[in-house]
């Protein structure tokens, strides 16, 4: 495995038994782990529900739900990241999976050689979306944390802002940590 590949854990889902065992085989060959594989798409999400791998790679059309449903499904309540394959490019078809939260799309069949950079690439993305979801959650506490402090104290935002950052200095914490103390549990900083 080229050193710069992380090893992940990964769940694979396709209805055709030679394919899922092609896809191990390439993806032990570049030192991942599959720790589920699954038929359908509900078996998919069940599978990823009890083993919470670090990836899954489904087919997007397998019989009793699709790779597409599945994915949606993962992304709302599982939080896994997902790789959709397929033998159909069409854009309604690329369309439809970037809406359900899939992270990568690769066409069947899949080289070993786009398979690790794309894993690498949904990884990317979904850390990426991850942080940015963080980011937009500590940006909505601060500003109703700024609110409360200016109502409260009447004060401007700036000089909210300012408190806001001084009380998270002092306490070794972070912006968003004080601004939710000051939400949650009515504890305002001097």
């Given at each position: 495995?080229?050193?710069?590949?992380?090893?992940?854990?990964?769940?694979?889902?396709?209805?055709?038994p030679?394919?899922?065992?092609?896809?191990?085989?390439?993806?032990?060959?570049?030192?991942?782990?599959?720790?589920?594989?699954?038929t359908?798409?509900?078996?998919?999400?069940?599978?990823?529900?009890?083993?919470?791998p670090d990836?899954?790679?489904?087919d997007?059309?397998m019989?009793?739900?699709?790779?597409?449903?599945?994915?949606?499904?993962?992304a709302?309540?599982?939080?896994c990241?997902?790789v959709?394959?397929?033998?159909?490019?069409?854009a309604?078809?690329?369309?439809?999976a970037?809406?359900?939260?899939?992270?990568?799309f690769?066409?069947k069949?899949?080289k070993t050689?786009?398979?690790g950079?794309?894993?690498?690439?949904?990884?990317?993305?979904?850390?990426?979306?991850?942080?940015?979801?963080?980011?937009?959650?500590?940006?909505?506490?601060?500003?109703r944390a700024?609110g409360?402090?200016?109502?409260?104290?009447?004060?401007t935002?700036?000089?909210?802002?300012?408190?806001?950052?001084?009380?998270?200095?002092?306490?070794?914490r972070?912006?968003?940590?004080?601004?939710?103390?000051?939400?949650?549990?009515?504890?305002?900083?001097d």
């Amino acid at each position: 495995m080229p050193s710069e590949l992380k090893s992940y854990r990964i769940l694979i889902a396709d209805d055709e038994p030679m394919i899922r065992e092609t896809l191990r085989s390439q993806l032990e060959s570049l030192g991942h782990a599959v720790v589920a594989e699954a038929t359908s798409g509900p078996e998919a999400v069940e599978k990823a529900a009890e083993v919470r791998p670090d990836i899954a790679i489904m087919d997007i059309r397998m019989p009793e739900g699709s790779g597409i449903e599945a994915a949606k499904k993962m992304a709302e309540e599982i939080d896994c990241p997902v790789v959709l394959l397929t033998a159909y490019s069409d854009a309604d078809t690329i369309d439809s999976a970037a809406a359900a939260g899939a992270f990568a799309f690769l066409s069947k069949p899949v080289k070993t050689t786009d398979l690790g950079p794309g894993i690498e690439m949904a990884i990317a993305r979904y850390k990426d979306v991850r942080r940015l979801e963080t980011r937009l959650r500590n940006r909505t506490v601060l500003d109703r944390a700024k609110g409360k402090l200016m109502d409260k104290f009447q004060l401007t935002e700036e000089e909210a802002h300012k408190r806001i950052h001084y009380a998270a200095r002092r306490q070794n914490r972070t912006m968003g940590e004080v601004a939710e103390d000051i939400i949650e549990r009515n504890v305002f900083p001097d």
